[in-house]
């Protein structure tokens, strides 16, 4: 499809329509760390991805100018290079923007002395003054950490 705005063709004197992506992230738990040669297992996943399908065809069926796409991809959080972590003190589902891979339907997270932080935690710990404000922080700069362009990511990651 071409992303490019069009007019619908019912209302040609009315303003094109722009498309939007919505994405949004699902966590759901198996036993053990997930082996695409194990058939039973791949069909469980499979099924999970078709329910998905499902509820937004469904939540959005007869709206006018919504597409469902029907894609479901999924990551795998335990593995070493997975950009996919949760924040130490609230278990927020976080990404990196600044690593390869992000999941851009996560909240930005930080790591800081080898901790793990959402914004809003990360921004706690720096009011507090257990951690610095970061190198180019401008003083009045308004808004959270992960929007705020004079804000970049702490430090590289620490897996613990």
């Known amino acids: 499809m071409d ?7 019912s209302h ?11 994405t949004t992230s699902v966590v ?14 791949m069909l469980t996943l499979q099924a999970v991805a078709d329910k998905l399908r499902k509820a937004v ?3 959005f069926e007869g709206e006018h100018g919504v597409e ?5 991809s999924l990551r795998y959080p335990h593995e070493e290079d997975s950009n996919v972590y949760r924040c130490d003190e609230c278990g927020m589902w976080l990404t990196n923007p600044d690593e390869p ?29 257990r951690f610095p404000r970061p190198a180019g922080w ?4 308004t808004g959270d950490p992960a929007t705020t362009e004079d804000v970049p990511m702490a430090e590289p990651r620490e897996d613990s």
């Open 68 to 72: 469902a796409i029907g894609v479901v």
């Open 3 to 9: 992303p490019t705005p069009e007019t619908p063709s």
């Open 138 to 141: 401008i003083e009045g700069a």
């Open 28 to 41: 759901f738990h198996v036993r053990g760390a997930p082996n695409a040669d194990d058939e039973r297992e």
């Open 101 to 129: 891979d992000p999941c851009e339907s996560l909240s930005n997270g930080y790591f800081v002395g080898g901790a793990r932080k959402c914004d809003q935690h990360y921004e706690m710990a720096v009011r507090s003054g």
């Open 57 to 59: 065809r469904q939540a």
């Open 12 to 22: 040609p004197s009315e303003e094109p329509l722009t498309p939007v992506l919505a």
